[in-house]
Structures are given as C-alpha cells and as structure tokens.
C-alpha cells in the first residue's frame, strides 16, 4: 500500500465520519417524520446524488456494465441484494435508534464495531497489528467494558451494529467491483423498496404539506448521505482492515460532541471512564497513521522509479474483478 492510498483512506475515513456525525444531529430538522420514514427518504435522495457522483466521476460505462452483468447473473445479483440488505439495515438503524429512545444501544454497537473490524482484519485476514495499533485496542477495550458495565445496554441494537457491518464489507472486498459503482447498485437496489415503503405509509402526502422537507431538507439529507458514505465506503478499499476499524472510533468520539454542543444532552462524570480511552485510542490512531505515511514517504524515496501506482492499482483491480465475475458465472 502507498502513501496515497494511505492519505487518501485517512481523510476520507475522518470525513465520513464527521458527516455521518452531523447527521445525527440533522434528524432533529425532519419532524414529524419518524425513524422509518427518515430512512426511506435518505435512499429516494441518496439515489439521485449517487448517480451524479458516477456521472462526475465518468464512471456510467462501469455503471452500465454491472447492471447488464447484474441482469445476466442471478447469483451476483443475489450477492449484491444481500449486500443492500445489510447496509439498509445499518442505515435505517442509525436513524431508528434516536428517535425511539435506543441511541445509547446504537452507540454501544458503534464502540464495539471497530474491535470487531480489527479482530476480523487481524485473524480473517492475517493482517499484522504493530504496537500502537494494540495499544489502541486496549485502551478501547477499556472504555467499551467501562460503558457495558455501567449500562448493560448489551441489547440487539447493539448486536445489529456491531455484527451487521463485518460481513457487508466482506461481501463487498469479495465483490471487487468499484466502490461509488458498487454504492451507486446498492442504493438503486434499495430505492423500490424505500418508494413502496412511503407509499404504504402515506409519507408522500405528509411531506407535500411541508415545502422545507421537499425543498430543502430531504434533498440535504440526500447530499449528504451520499458524500458520507461514498466516502467511507470508498475509504475502506484504500485502508488495511485493521486500521479502518480502528478510525471508526472517531465517529463515536464526533457523535459525543454533537450530542452534547448540538442536541444538548448532557454529559456526565462517569461517561468520562468510556470516552477517555477511546480518546486515547483515537490519538494512538493518529500517531500510528502519521508514522505509516512517513514509512510509505521513505519507501517512495529509496525507489525513485516505481511503477505508477494508479495504473498498477487499475490493472489488478480490472483482471480480480473479471476473474471474480467470471468464477461467478
């Protein structure tokens, strides 16, 4: 891995998980729409801004031929429904959750994701872990006990956060496709089932009563869902497992802020036992990133002459792509 794809996977992570944080916050603009509805209409507006990233981007004829491949393969399109299905899962949750009093449920399932990613990066896929990255570990294990202790909120939503992620981005490694077309599938996949879901339950009626929702808000939640999580997704085919789990500890850590500065929540001593080291581990993160691109930037440097990474990165990724198809088929 360069260090290209190193910065490019930081950043991205860092910025995924700022938006997803503020969104958490956006929820509380859309009443009177509850959990679901919210959910159906982030897909409807998710759709649109996904199809213009493919189309900036000038990714349509990789768009095309996966649908074309999708329509002549049932078992890949059955693969690539599952694949939806458990991202609608997470992405519905993430809304459910606040506005029906299981927030801290949910929050304890995102503590617990990034131990699960590293876990499944470390022996799934043999990835090495040096000394910050399981000191890092350890610190937020010792915040993520200290909150299970404290709330026994051990509960399903957490399960479903916490359980629910690992096998959609093992699904998705084992795909290969590229990752905005992949996304752009995914909420196309999505999108009948989110229509007939606001038709079912009259939210089309409730949402024409109301020009900011139509005008100004849905299309914003749509916006930004989609910069948020064409970013992630994106940053998880740029980063070693193990480490894009571990900066999933900063969304935790950003929701805890808009919570408190922007929901007025309050926050309390005690909650100082489990937000301290994940703190830590965050900041450990960050050392071990910053020394992984200086180790990439020495390498670049005693190898004048490297193959072009991008082309390199390009003919790999085409020949695994169509030798996964191909296996497909």
Request: net charge positive; glycine share 8%; charged share 15%.
């Amino acid at each position: 891995m360069n260090q290209h794809d190193l910065a490019r996977g930081i950043a991205l992570s860092v910025a995924a998980s700022t938006l997803f944080a503020l969104m958490s916050g956006y929820t509380k603009w859309l009443a009177p729409l509850d959990g679901l509805d919210i959910f159906a209409w982030r897909i409807v507006w998710t759709l649109p801004g996904a199809l213009a990233l493919v189309a900036v981007r000038k990714r349509w004829p990789q768009l095309c031929a996966l649908v074309a491949r999708l329509a002549r393969t049932p078992r890949l399109l059955l693969m690539f429904a599952v694949v939806a299905a458990l991202l609608g899962v997470q992405l519905w949750i993430f809304l459910w959750a606040p506005l029906h009093g299981r927030a801290l449920e949910v929050s304890l399932g995102y503590f617990l994701l990034p131990l699960a990613m590293v876990l499944l990066g470390r022996f799934y896929y043999g990835e090495r872990l040096d000394g910050l990255q399981w000191a890092g570990v350890g610190a937020a294990v010792v915040g993520v006990a200290h909150e299970l202790i404290v709330t026994h909120a051990f509960a399903w939503p957490t399960l479903v956060v916490m359980l629910g992620y690992p096998p959609y981005f093992v699904l998705r490694r084992r795909l290969n496709a590229d990752p905005l077309v992949s996304f752009a599938v995914e909420i196309m996949l999505m999108s009948p089932v989110a229509v007939l879901m606001l038709f079912a339950r009259g939210s089309f009626a409730d949402v024409a009563g109301e020009p900011h929702l139509w005008l100004v808000l849905l299309p914003g939640l749509g916006a930004l869902s989609t910069i948020a999580l064409a970013s992630y997704l994106r940053a998880s085919r740029h980063l070693p497992l193990a480490l894009f789990g571990i900066l999933g500890y900063v969304e935790p850590v950003l929701l805890v802020g808009v919570a408190v500065l922007l929901l007025g929540e309050p926050f309390s001593a005690r909650q100082l036992g489990t937000y301290v080291p994940i703190w830590i581990a965050v900041v450990l993160t960050g050392v071990h990133s910053a020394r992984l691109l200086r180790r990439e930037r020495s390498r670049k440097q005693a190898w004048p002459m490297p193959m072009p990474v991008s082309e390199h990165h390009a003919s790999v990724e085409h020949e695994t792509v169509a030798d996964e198809i191909e296996r497909i088929d």
